[in-house]
């Protein structure tokens, strides 16, 4: 293909990206959850805790917000290959290289010098994940930690569809799926298009869409007609998939 042809498929592909990340958001509407889900999984960025559901209306732990995170930013092989280290005592043993790699690469702190944190992600923990992986820095004083929030709206991570009070899995998708179109700090490179230009999905799969998880048969339910249930799962069982 002539440097004209590759021009041409590459502006194509951003067409398609931009078409992509323009559905509109609401943190209400399940079905519209599930579809960003699936969008998100059919470009490798995102799983559910099993082959039928997301399980998106429950709260995700600090554990599995950080691989969700890493999912997105494409690097999860990255961390389960690298040989990472962190200093928490509290991180179970499933999940350690994926601490390991945010630690080293500075995406986490932890809740202290050696606790990692049990309990459930917060918004403002998942943004701040989110605008640190987007190069924002707290440490050099380009937002707080503890209120990311101004700066996530700004960045475009921060959508009307999120939940900030009651953060749940869909929440995550909902960022994670914003943040795919928001532009990396300093330059005019968004997300998506770092994630194409480093291999993480092809174009075919990012113009295939929903139309080719219908056409594939994907076991995934888009639109559920009952109520999305609620279901507590260990933070350290390895079956949850985060």
Avoid at 12 to 41: F, G, H, N, S
Avoid at 98 to 107: I, P, R
Wanted: negative net charge.
């Amino acid at each position: 293909m002539g440097q004209i042809g590759k021009r041409i498929g590459t502006a194509a592909v951003l067409l398609v990206i931009t078409a992509m990340l323009a559905l509109p958001a609401t943190a209400a509407d399940p079905a519209l959850a599930e579809a960003k889900a699936l969008e998100l999984k059919l470009l490798g960025l995102f799983r559910g805790v099993s082959d039928t559901d997301f399980d998106l209306n429950r709260e995700p732990t600090r554990v599995e917000a950080l691989v969700m995170l890493i999912r997105t930013l494409g690097e999860e092989q990255t961390a389960l290959n690298g040989s990472y280290s962190h200093p928490f005592t509290d991180v179970p043993a499933w999940a350690d290289q994926y601490v390991g790699y945010a630690y080293e690469k500075g995406l986490t702190n932890g809740v202290s010098a050696t606790e990692f944190g049990s309990g459930n992600a917060s918004a403002a923990m998942y943004l701040t994940f989110m605008l640190r992986a987007l190069g924002y820095s707290d440490a050099a004083g380009d937002f707080s930690w503890s209120d990311p929030f101004a700066l996530a709206k700004q960045a475009g991570i921060l959508t009307d569809g999120v939940d900030t009070a009651r953060f749940l899995r869909a929440d995550v998708v909902e960022v994670s799926y914003a943040a795919l179109s928001a532009k990396i700090k300093g330059g005019s490179q968004t997300l998506a298009q770092r994630l194409l230009s480093a291999g993480a999905f092809t174009e075919d799969k990012l113009k295939g869409g929903l139309k080719e998880a219908a056409e594939a048969g994907d076991p995934v339910r888009i639109f559920k007609p009952e109520p999305i249930y609620e279901r507590p799962v260990q933070p350290d069982d390895p079956a949850i998939g985060e």
